[in-house]
Every structure is written in structure tokens, then in C-alpha cells.
């Protein structure tokens, strides 16, 4: 059906309009959910269509079907405060907690975790303090964790120490993230922190290099993590079972070098264990997001093999152990098979994707898209939408709250 040129400007007006509201009490979400769906579904695909995205009107707003998907929420009014919601099926959403709850002075950081039973989220909070050229940096940094069903917290991390990048072992069971010294540019290490004991050991020691995207093994055997000094970056595997030992040790330097300057988009992009914990996936290369190689490397052995001659793709993650999925920069969402075979999931190019996690049952994806906030220029809103793996296609569309920060985060 053809749209008439005025249509586009009234459905924009109508998205300004909506994205200026007040700040509502937590009791009243869901009846605001459902009725701005309502409206939305009726009014608004055309602006999608604007940005990039041509989604069918028939689509259902707010609707998740599996599961449940947790995002902190920033008000865009003086009067409104940051918090975490979670929206799960019939379109019903909670507030959990929101800043107000939180020392004097930090905020949310941004994102958020499930453990693996879907029970307890852990979030990082942090402190702006100012410095003398009249910007602000975060001078302390926390970690908590709240119970979903009794919204009660508790500090994970120690008092005045600078924690951040949270991340679940497998069994649910203890905590691992990452401390840093602030007066010193390299001190910072990792640590887990069982949470049934309170016992924290020391799982990394890199001495003048940096540390990023610490992750658990499936089996939880293993621990792994990238470090960084003048020399390029390397992937660090430790083996758990056996007094935290070292067992690998990989250069990723020139893993997608393009001959002139060293591979280091790994930093941004990060890296994935397959589900069998016998692999792992990490795209790098030079800046260039049309230049960035794929790579699977054997977890026993340390052998590095290209996924795909195919060059521009980004691994978000594995669907199962033989499919991978990924962002092709010209394509749009892809799976990408052990031997190299991509399969198009979300057709075209999209405007732009900046994050996506898979449902439970691998079955369908929720992904984020970055927008031009109307009302708020320097900050950015994110359209969010899932689509169903096996038909190809979008089921439906999750309006977060005035905007939210960070990735939304689907329970395991």
C-alpha cells in the first residue's frame, strides 16, 4: 500500500511526542506498555521504514513469548529516575529497582546480567567525579546483585574498590569481574568470588598490562581472558583444575593483520566459547569494520583456523555448537556454519545493529538498533526487536522505556 508523504511527518511527530512523557510510577508500566503498543502498532512502523527497517504492521509490541529480557532504563526528565526493568511474557513489566536506591551519587552503569536460573540479576554501578578541565570520570565503580522476586541487593564487590565487567560462572554460583587500581594505568586483574562463602580468589596476574572480556568455560574448567601491553593483545586460557595454571598463551597480533597495522579489533568485539567447550570464535583485524576475519581456535590444541575467506563479519555468539551467529557489514544478521557456509537471518542491512542476544531455546534473537534520539541529541535510543531464527523473520518489537542503555539481556 502507498504512503502519502505526509504520513512519515505525522508519525514522526507522534514518536517525539511519546518520547518527551513523563516518568511513571512502577505500578503503572504495564498498563503504559500495553497501551503505547496498542498505539504504536497503528501509527509508528512507518517511521521504522525511515531508518532502514520495513517491519510488517501485524507485528505484536512487547510481546515475549520465552523467557524474560532485563534493560536498564534512563529517564530523559529531571524528575525521573534510571532503573532496571524486566519485561517478560504478556507483555508484563517490573521495576526492580532504580537509582534512587543506590549510594548517593552512582548511577548505573548500564548492563545487565542473568545468572543461569533466570533468579538474580548482577549489574555494575559507578561515580562521576569531576576533574579540572570541567569533565567527569568515573572515580569508583561497584558491583550488585538483586533478587528478582524479593528485589532485595547486596554489594558483590569490596568497599572502595573499583569493580566492573561482571560475568556468571556457568553453575550460577560465583561471580567473576575485574579490579582496578586507578593510580596505577595497568593494575587491574580478575577475580571470582563464591557467592555462598563470601571467598574470593586472584585468578589472573598480568604485571603491567591491561585485562578485558574474562570469561568462564562451559564446564566451568577453564578461565579466559585477553591482556594487553605495548606488543598487541593476547588470548589467555587458564586451566582452573590445576592451580590456575596457564595453558595458552596466543599473539592475536597477526590473526587478520592486514600486512601494514596489527590486528587489535578483538578489544571491541571480544570472543566466544562454543557451547561444547571445545572452541572458540573471535573475529579481528585492523579498525576497519570491512576488514575484520573470522577464526576458530581448537581449545586443546591452540591451532587458529579461519572460519570464512568472507571478510566484514562480526561473532555475536554461538547458536548451537556448528552455527555461529554473526553481523555481515553489508548483509544484515547471519549464521555462519563450522565449515564456512553463511546463512542470511535478518536480511538487509540494518540501521545499525549494536548488540544482539539469543533467546533461550536459540530459536529467535533480540536485536538493538541505534537511533537518532529527536529529543535528546547527544544520547542515543535504541529500537529493539526480535526475530524468529527459523522463518527469517521479525515477531516483534520491545519498546524499552524512555531509552535504554547498554544491551538487553535475555535469561538463559
Not at 507485528?59 to 534493560?71: H, Q, T, Y
Not at 552503569?109 to 554501578?125: A, E, K, R
Not at 568485539?269 to 573471535?282: E, H, K, N, V
Request: aromatic share 10%.
Amino acid at each position: 500500500m502507498k504512503t502519502q508523504p505526509y504520513s512519515y511527518l505525522l508519525s514522526l511527530v507522534f514518536i517525539i511526542a511519546l518520547s518527551s512523557c513523563q516518568v511513571i510510577a512502577s505500578d503503572d508500566w504495564g498498563d503504559m506498555f500495553s497501551m503505547w503498543g496498542d498505539i504504536l502498532e497503528k501509527e509508528a512502523w512507518q517511521v521504522g521504514i525511515m531508518f532502514g527497517l520495513e517491519i510488517p504492521s501485524s507485528v505484536p509490541i512487547n510481546s515475549v513469548d520465552e523467557g524474560m529480557i532485563a534493560f536498564v532504563a534512563r529517564s530523559n526528565t529531571d524528575e525521573g529516575s534510571d532503573a532496571i526493568f524486566v519485561i517478560a511474557e504478556n507483555r508484563q513489566v517490573r521495576m526492580l529497582t532504580d537509582a534512587e536506591k543506590l549510594q548517593d551519587g552512582f548511577e548505573f552503569s548500564g548492563d545487565v546480567f542473568w545468572n543461569p536460573s533466570g533468579t538474580h540479576l548482577v549489574f555494575p554501578i559507578h561515580k562521576l567525579c569531576p576533574s579540572d578541565d570541567g569533565s567527569a570520570y568515573k572515580c569508583e565503580a561497584e558491583i550488585y546483585l538483586v533478587d528478582v522476586d524479593s528485589t532485595s541487593m547486596l554489594r558483590i564487590s569490596g568497599q572502595g574498590e573499583f569493580a566492573v565487567d561482571p560475568v556468571w560462572s556457568p553453575d550460577g554460583l560465583s561471580l567473576l569481574y575485574r579490579v582496578s587500581d586507578l593510580s596505577d594505568p595497568y593494575g587491574d586483574d580478575y577475580f571470582a568470588e563464591r557467592l555462598d562463602s563470601g571467598a574470593r580468589v586472584q585468578v589472573s596476574e598480568t604485571p603491567e598490562q591491561n585485562v578485558s572480556w574474562g570469561q568462564w568455560s562451559p564446564d566451568q574448567g577453564y578461565f579466559s581472558y585477553l591482556s594487553k601491553d605495548e606488543s598487541g593483545v593476547t588470548l589467555n586460557v587458564i586451566d582452573l583444575a590445576i592451580g590456575s595454571e596457564e595453558v595458552l598463551d596466543l599473539d592475536l597480533s597477526y590473526f587478520g593483520s592486514d600486512g601494514d597495522m596489527p590486528a587489535n579489533s578483538i578489544e571491541s568485539s571480544g570472543f566466544f566459547w562454543s557451547p561444547d567447550g571445545l572452541s572458540i570464535a573471535f573475529s579481528n583485524g585492523p579498525e576497519s569494520v570491512s576488514q575484520r576475519q573470522n577464526f576458530l581456535m581448537n581449545v586443546n590444541s591452540g591451532a587458529v583456523s579461519q572460519l570464512s575467506s568472507r571478510k566484514g563479519l562480526l561473532i555475536y555468539g554461538w547458536l548451537d555448537s556448528q552455527r555461529i551467529l554473526a553481523e555481515d557489514h553489508l548483509q544484515g544478521i547471519v549464521s555462519l556454519s563450522l565449515e564456512g557456509e553463511v546463512i542470511s537471518i535478518v536480511d538487509g542491512v540494518l540501521y545499525p545493529a549494536s548488540s544482539c542476544s539469543i533467546s533461550p531455546n536459540a530459536e529467535a534473537i533480540l536485536l538493538s538498533h541505534i537511533m537518532s534520539n529527536l529529543t535528546i541529541p547527544q544520547e542515543d535510543i535504541y529500537a529493539n526487536f526480535v526475530w524468529s531464527i527459523p522463518e527469517e523473520e521479525v515477531t516483534s518489537r520491545i519498546d524499552l522505556v524512555d531509552y535504554s542503555v547498554g544491551e538487553p539481556c535475555w535469561t538463559p
